[in-house]
């Protein structure tokens, strides 16, 4: 859950750029085209662009590990995902 709330993490329609050097040596987070998807099932948080430019996905794998899947409450759940959408948005 550390890696998920970590400050100033990039959000939806933030700059992929940013969020490939922000995510850089973390190996449970994939920054990637949304067409390479499927190739990382086994990450706990992956980041995509369609267009290089902006992030256009953000996917959160809540069942990434039991430590994970035990700790969570709809509270929690929520609060992760707000903090991946702009203010703006929601």
């Known amino acids: 859950m550390e890696i998920l709330a970590l400050d100033s993490?990039?959000?939806?329609?933030g700059d992929y750029n940013d969020a490939e050097i922000f995510w850089k040596g973390y190996k449970k987070v994939a920054v990637i085209n949304t067409n390479q998807k499927s190739h990382y099932e086994d990450k706990l948080l992956l980041v995509a662009t369609s267009d290089k430019?902006?992030?256009?996905?953000?996917t959160i794998n809540f069942l990434y590990s039991d430590?994970?899947?035990?700790?969570?409450?709809?509270?929690k759940i929520l609060k992760v995902v707000c903090e991946y959408i702009p203010y703006e948005i929601l």
Do not use: A, N
């Open 53 to 58: 430019k902006i992030i256009s996905d953000i």
């Open 67 to 75: 430590e994970i899947k035990h700790e969570l409450t709809v509270d």
């Open 9 to 13: 993490h990039p959000k939806i329609y």
